[in-house]
């Protein structure tokens, strides 16, 4: 099992849920974050105040999910969340030792 995390562009995020939802994917966690990158913050107003945030606001995907679907998830990833811009993200995969599933034990690609 494989665990992959995934910071989009949160305007990206049914897109690829879509995609994503599409292969057979059983587990997926989302949320939103923030943080810093290459790309730059805009300027916002706020009560008729101009600032700068020094974040920038996205969309965190966490999948649980076999080996053979993460060459496809990952593809839906790149190919649905691509702007081609600085800021549309980055993926990371992590190797899964276990799962479990509370409700009845089941563990492994089973809790899945």
Known sequence: MKKIEAIIRTSKFEEIYTCV??????????????????????????????????????????????????????????KMGKTGEVGDGKIFIYEALDAFRIRNSDTGEEAL
Not at 46 to 52: D, H, L, M, N, Q
């Open 21 to 78: 939802a599409g292969l057979g994917v059983k587990f997926l966690t989302f949320y939103e974050v923030k943080g810093m990158g290459m790309e730059h913050a805009r300027q916002q107003t706020y009560r008729g105040v101009a600032y700068e945030p020094t974040y920038i606001p996205r969309t965190k995907l966490e999948i649980v999910t076999v080996e053979e679907l993460v060459g496809p998830v990952v593809d839906c990833i790149l």
